[in-house]
């Protein structure tokens, strides 16, 4: 999978979404699906979705959203948790925590959810026992590959299923079998499917990370050792090879993806709740941030096995969202720690670090890239959208969809947007032409 991060010029865009105020559970008639129009769009299999930059391919929707604001196709409930949705041929798939009866008895269990996309009608779950751990539930979004569904819980309980039906093909626990240690907060790395193999952020002193078969779940390889962070692993191609890039507490790195051999390594100390969000990879340049502690975004130049800084600065610094990339500039919610209020919305140059504008009232919110445009959801469960240009934040359309703590970013694929809050609340926002 090559990297396109320097000519994201793919995709046209705007949307219909829904008020949430109106949206109920009760699923809008199929009818309503058929009037989608026709779209330019790719799955969103994996967190950050299909290049792992957080870009979405779509064309055929809305400049500007309606007066009334956007429309719902269908809302659901998946139990609390931050896990993200991951989309493939018409099912979304996602994860999360429940109290529920057994017996006369109260068991806790994270649950791994099968939705149609376009209906919301559930395909399959599967339950399993899983404490609640801290923030109410699994961090971490399902990846999606070759028929295959690969999630990872707080606890380390990971776990393949058959896409098609939900049959689970192989179960590991990242501590038990695979040496790993859980972070103080849990899991929170989404599991890499590249090539053969799944990808996991360890945090061990016998691997930093760890990488199993697929299809069978056995160890394929191992990679230096050290304490996790919540970073999310990336793939991309550096020096003509398809490499795995991680952030730990310790580095940023680049290993072989399908060796695990390493290829690169930029030693960059923080804490483990700095080393939160996933890397950014644009062309021959990394990008990695933290707040908290280290409070600092760096940007890396690679190349020939060699990693150089090209700046190291207080103008961008994400806590748990990552950045997105476009024509040469970084944006992305910039957070001095984890307090909403410190927290604003900023486009910076990629090469100069240079912040050519900013705008406060994102909270810890997320947005992915599309068409020239960011989609934006605030952490009070706002969807905004805005152009993706250094000139100036011009923002395009705004609407209160959900409430709750809204730490997701949006995803958007086959011309619906999907939205996530910590209650588990997921609606899905149909897009389409106008008349």
């Known amino acids: 999978m090559k990297n396109?991060?320097?000519?994201?010029?793919?995709?046209?865009?705007?949307?219909?979404?829904?008020?949430?105020?109106?949206?109920?559970?009760?699923?809008?008639?199929?009818?309503?699906?058929?009037?989608?129009?026709?779209?330019?769009?790719?799955?969103?299999?994996?967190?950050?979705?299909?290049?792992?930059?957080?870009t979405s391919a779509e064309q055929g929707w809305l400049e500007k959203w309606p007066e009334a604001g956007p429309e719902a196709l269908w809302k659901a409930s998946m139990g609390q948790g931050f896990s993200g949705v991951a989309?493939?041929?018409?099912?979304?798939?996602?994860?999360?925590?429940?109290?529920?009866?057994?017996?006369?008895?109260?068991?806790?269990?994270?649950?791994?959810?099968?939705?149609?996309?376009?209906?919301g009608a559930k395909v399959w779950t599967h339950s399993y026992p899983c404490p609640e751990g801290s923030y109410w539930g699994p961090f971490t979004t399902p990846a999606v590959d070759a028929g295959l569904v690969i999630s990872l819980s707080q606890f380390g309980q990971l776990h393949c299923f058959e896409k098609s039906s939900g049959k689970v093909m192989w179960r590991k626990n990242l501590v038990d079998d695979l040496h790993g240690k859980k972070p103080y907060y849990g899991f929170a790395c989404s599991p890499l499917i590249v090539g053969d193999v799944a990808v996991f952020e360890a945090g061990s002193d016998q691997a930093s990370l760890v990488a199993v078969d697929k299809r069978?779940?056995?160890?394929?390889?191992?990679?230096?050792?050290?304490?996790?962070?919540?970073?999310?692993?990336?793939?991309?191609?550096?020096d003509?090879?398809?490499?795995?890039?991680?952030?730990?507490?310790?580095?940023?790195?680049?290993?072989?993806?399908?060796?695990?051999?390493q290829v690169w390594r930029y030693p960059w100390r923080a804490s483990p709740q700095s080393s939160a969000t996933a890397?950014?990879?644009c062309g021959q340049h990394v990008f990695v941030s933290a707040s908290e502690s280290k409070k600092t975004g760096l940007l890396l130049h690679v190349a020939n096995g060699t990693a150089s800084a090209v700046w190291e600065n207080q103008n961008m610094m994400n806590y748990f969202n990552a950045s997105v990339f476009h024509n040469g500039h970084l944006y992305g919610i910039h957070s001095l720690d984890h307090i909403p209020k410190n927290s604003s919305l900023r486009c910076v140059d990629l090469l100069t670090s240079k912040v050519k504008w900013e705008r406060d009232g994102v909270g810890l919110g997320g947005l992915i890239l599309a068409d020239h445009r960011l989609l934006i959801q605030t952490d009070?469960?706002?969807?905004?959208?805005?152009?993706?240009?250094?000139?100036?934040?011009?923002?395009?359309?705004?609407?209160?969809?959900?409430d709750g703590n809204c730490w997701n970013a949006p995803v958007l694929c086959e011309g619906r947007i999907y939205c996530r809050n910590h209650r588990g609340d997921i609606v899905c926002l149909v897009l389409r032409r106008s008349p």
């Open 216 to 238: 069978t779940g056995q160890l394929a390889w191992r990679y230096g050792k050290g304490e996790a962070g919540y970073s999310s692993p990336v793939s991309c191609e550096l």
């Open 380 to 402: 009070k469960g706002e969807l905004v959208v805005a152009e993706a240009t250094p000139e100036a934040y011009k923002e395009i359309g705004r609407a209160k969809i959900l």
């Open 240 to 261: 003509g090879k398809q490499c795995v890039v991680a952030l730990t507490p310790a580095a940023a790195f680049g290993v072989d993806a399908a060796t695990g051999q």
């Open 279 to 281: 890397p950014l990879v």
């Open 87 to 119: 989309v493939s041929e018409g099912r979304l798939f996602t994860m999360g925590h429940v109290k529920r009866k057994a017996g006369g008895d109260e068991e806790e269990v994270d649950q791994v959810w099968c939705l149609d996309a376009a209906t």
């Open 4 to 54: 396109r991060l320097w000519t994201f010029q793919a995709i046209q865009a705007s949307r219909k979404g829904t008020s949430a105020q109106s949206m109920t559970s009760v699923l809008i008639p199929a009818l309503l699906a058929l009037l989608l129009c026709p779209v330019t769009a790719a799955d969103w299999p994996q967190f950050r979705g299909p290049h792992h930059d957080g």
